[in-house]
């Protein structure tokens, strides 16, 4: 039997809204009103009981009492329609109030505009609403013996708040006849200089009473100040268009949105299409890959006038205006260039701020003007950074060259006597460690050096013995050859010595804030042991390992994070800005740079004669952009560059093999890998490893990817091929290791899952595998294979090789 569904019409049972005096108000104010919008239906208003009437009323009252004593030349009262926060705006003009209801946010919409009424005659309508509402409602709380409950919910209106109102709005009248008139003048907003696009307005603005009143010490958003009527007019090369009347801040503020968002997608080389309507004008942008973009203006036009009483109009938000915008005049400039745009739009908004600020000095302290006038302040630096063209190539390279290649000396190949038999552990020692800090622990000789919350360890390596303990507060720590160096939060930079633990020298830096420390050390033959840390907002400085002394500082355009390789007599730069930079490592001057429209964020590769970077953030899979430059390391001349898949976010450095680059990336379907030919840029694979986050390591032509999914899988370098694939078994959801960096020691590749494998990289044989219980937060490993676990609980353990059979001929 088929089930039945009953449907009833509960609008026509539900009771029709009391009626209050505010209501009545409310009608009268918004009146006529050409844009009035649905929730001004009466069915819609939440003002149902004369209980939610009372703080409007009172609200109302205590506005109109201070604009009528003329402390106040504008009040905003929040009417609290639903479904969304209205808010009705009252400025004195003379003996007069302009009355404008609004919606904020991003795109404000305005339902009445600087609606006149004469201020006696608005103030005496606000009595005698308060005069019907307040009798009945004191009857009726004192024959419910509720007065005090329900002065405690709405803080005291029934006796304290509606008759003090009433007070004070009496007192306040009548209207004084010396108040100015304060009618609106056409200012001019025209931009100076030499602009390819033109923007400018001419706009309808009072001057303000408080325009010579310093500025106050708290910063508001005032929206209302800003809803002012004017001209705009675009001029494009000998084509001009004009938009007659338009409310001009919100519309300069999407524009300068638009702008901004247009070029970004420019510079990732992606398309982009927004269309709007704000401020009574039409704005669309439309921007293809190929990077034309399209700019459309309109005005909408109005198919039908609106019913004089909002009340006609019914309960639905789109019953107001059904053919709102049926037809509409639009003109579209088809080929723009979106930077000469950018800049039209940037000498636009300053000159609309300093027209402002001009005409009214509070408007200084205005929160909305402020944010304004930071996204034109941020659409300038973009513009200036995409645009900027101070690529430098070095001229003479062979002493850089000449100076790596002697660095580069032949090593002889390491013996591969752990990678050809078993490897077996035995437990050594295991030390606990309160609050251990995975970054600040380092194997260094013979010691082991741990970091924690409150002081620094160093354990001997053999017998895990604790050779000293010092206190010491939570820092950035790096290891250098002479010692453990610690940045501290204040910006203090120390130096402690290995084999006591005092600070051999302490220097003081910049702190930094707002980003991670980062650095790298130098310690290379014919170079002085130095290290370059990152310090303050955006500058680098060279500190001398032995004295302390900062040897060189540089200032980078932005310091995000600092991405640092040292090739040679020079380190690489990439500061998150749009163009890598190598300098000296002697004098830190500017030896190259290379730029792009894209930002360096992503460490850089360097082979001998070849260096690899990524330009584009990678933060969003899906969105593209990012590209590979191969360029010549001591000359910064680019060699070739290829775009990336735009399914794909880079990550990490690229992978080096002797005969093709490889390019982590991470997309929907997991981490994959972008092969790339080493001389053409061609590409030979693009697949997809593991389903999970993972880490890669290059080793000879296999590139090892190790999954947080309990995956170990070779691929090859030259084809993509798979060659091996391992599953390990065990361990729960919750016991991956935080790093899964492999470690690569005499030929055997220790991975970190669960527990610690080790695998032959090239044909990926298990070798054997660490006995051990602590999840490998931090793995190392020495030259003897004796590896070192320490767990993010605060345990450290060490397991020794036992000694392996070989074969004698």
Not at 24 to 29: G, I, M, S, T
Not at 188 to 209: D, N
Not at 276 to 296: C, K
Request: hydrophobic share 45%; aromatic share 6%.
């Amino acid at each position: 039997m088929p089930g039945l569904s009953l449907v009833a019409d509960t609008t026509r049972c539900s009771p029709e809204p009391e009626r209050t005096s505010l209501h009545e108000l409310l009608d009268f104010v918004l009146e006529g009103a050409r844009n009035a919008p649905p929730p001004l239906d009466e069915a819609a208003l939440p003002l149902r009981a004369e209980t939610e009437a009372l703080p409007l009323l009172c609200d109302l009252a205590e506005a109109a009492a201070e604009l009528a004593s003329g402390r106040r030349a504008r009040a905003v009262v929040r009417l609290c329609l639903e479904p969304d926060p209205w808010e009705l705006g009252l400025e004195r003009v003379g003996r007069d109030f302009l009355v404008t209801v609004f919606q904020g946010g991003d795109v404000p919409e305005i339902a009445l505009h600087e609606r006149r009424f004469e201020g006696d005659a608005l103030c005496a309508r606000l009595l005698a609403a308060m005069d019907r509402l307040a009798p009945p409602r004191s009857a009726a709380l004192r024959r419910d013996g509720a007065l005090a409950d329900n002065d405690a919910e709405h803080g005291g209106l029934g006796e304290h708040r509606l008759p003090a109102a009433r007070r004070a709005l009496v007192a306040a009248l009548p209207f004084s006849s010396d108040e100015p008139g304060g009618e609106p003048a056409i200012v001019g907003v025209e931009p100076t200089g030499e602009i390819p696009i033109v923007i400018a307005a001419e706009a309808l603005l009072r001057t303000s009473q408080g325009a010579a009143a310093p500025q106050p010490a708290v910063l508001r958003a005032d929206l209302f100040s800003l809803l002012f009527r004017g001209k705009v007019r675009v001029l494009v090369g000998e084509e001009a268009r004009e938009l007659p009347d338009v409310f001009i801040f919100p519309f300069a503020e999407q524009l300068a949105s638009l702008s901004l968002e247009s070029l970004d997608a420019w510079a990732r080389r992606q398309p982009y299409h927004r269309r709007l309507t704000v401020g009574g004008a039409i704005l669309g942008v439309r921007l293809h890959s190929e990077g034309a973009l399209s700019l459309t203006l309109g005005v909408p036009r109005v198919g039908r006038v609106p019913p004089a009483d909002p009340r006609a109009l019914g309960p639905g938000r789109g019953s107001a205006f059904s053919a709102a915008e049926d037809r509409a005049q639009t003109w579209t400039f088809p080929a723009v260039d979106v930077a000469a745009l950018a800049q039209g739009v940037v000498a636009f908004g300053r000159a609309l701020a300093r027209s402002l600020v001009r005409r009214d000095r509070g408007q200084a302290s205005n929160l909305r003007l402020f944010e304004f006038r930071a996204r034109v302040r941020e659409l300038a630096e973009r513009l200036r950074e995409l645009t900027r063209n101070d690529a430098k190539i070095n001229v003479a390279p062979e002493t850089y060259r000449a100076f790596a290649a002697a660095a580069a000396r032949p090593q002889a190949a390491a013996e591969d006597t752990f990678g050809r038999t078993r490897l077996r552990f035995t437990a050594r020692w295991v030390a606990a460690i309160p609050s251990l800090d995975l970054r600040a622990t380092f194997l260094c000789g013979d010691v082991l050096v741990v970091g924690s919350t409150r002081e620094l360890t160093c354990i001997d390596r053999r017998t895990g013995e604790c050779l000293w303990r010092k206190p010491a507060p939570r820092a950035v720590s790096v290891m250098t050859p002479v010692g453990l160096g610690r940045l501290l939060p204040d910006g203090t930079l120390q130096l402690h010595e290995l084999s006591s633990g005092e600070v051999a020298w302490s220097t003081r830096l910049s702190p930094r804030v707002g980003a991670n420390a980062s650095g790298a050390v130098v310690s290379a033959p014919g170079l002085p042991r130095m290290l370059i840390v990152s310090e303050g907002t955006r500058h680098l400085a060279a500190v001398d390992l032995y004295s302390g002394e900062v040897r060189w500082r540089y200032a980078a355009r932005r310091g995000e994070n600092f991405r640092l390789r040292r090739a040679g007599k020079l380190v690489v730069v990439g500061s998150g800005e749009p163009a890598l930079a190598a300098l000296d490592v002697l004098s830190g001057e500017v030896v190259w740079r290379f730029c792009d429209r894209l930002p360096f964020a992503s460490p850089v590769a360097v082979d001998h004669d070849a260096l690899f970077a990524v330009a584009g953030d990678g933060a969003f899979v899906g969105r593209g952009g990012a590209r590979l430059h191969h360029l010549d390391p001591w000359s910064g001349e680019a060699r070739w560059t290829v775009d990336l898949p735009k399914h794909v976010a880079p990550v990490g450095a690229p992978l080096l093999g002797p005969e093709t680059v490889c390019v982590v990336t991470h997309g929907r379907r997991g981490t994959g890998l972008v092969g790339l030919d080493r001389r053409t840029g061609a590409t030979r694979f693009d697949l997809t490893a593991c389903a999970a986050t993972a880490s890669c390591l290059m080793v000879d032509d296999v590139v090892v990817v190790n999954s947080e999914a309990g995956e170990i899988i070779g691929v090859g370098a030259q084809d993509g091929a798979v060659r091996y694939r391992h599953v390990i078994a065990g361990g729960a959801e919750g016991d991956r290791p935080r790093r899964l960096e492999p470690v690569l020691r005499s030929g055997a590749l220790f991975v970190p899952q669960s527990e610690v494998h080790v695998v032959r990289p090239r044909d990926g044989a298990l070798l054997g595998k660490v006995p051990t219980d602590l999840i490998p937060d931090l793995l190392r490993v020495d030259e003897r294979c004796d590896v070192y676990v320490a767990e993010e609980s605060g345990h450290l353990a060490s397991f020794a090789a036992a000694p392996r059979l070989s074969l004698v001929q």
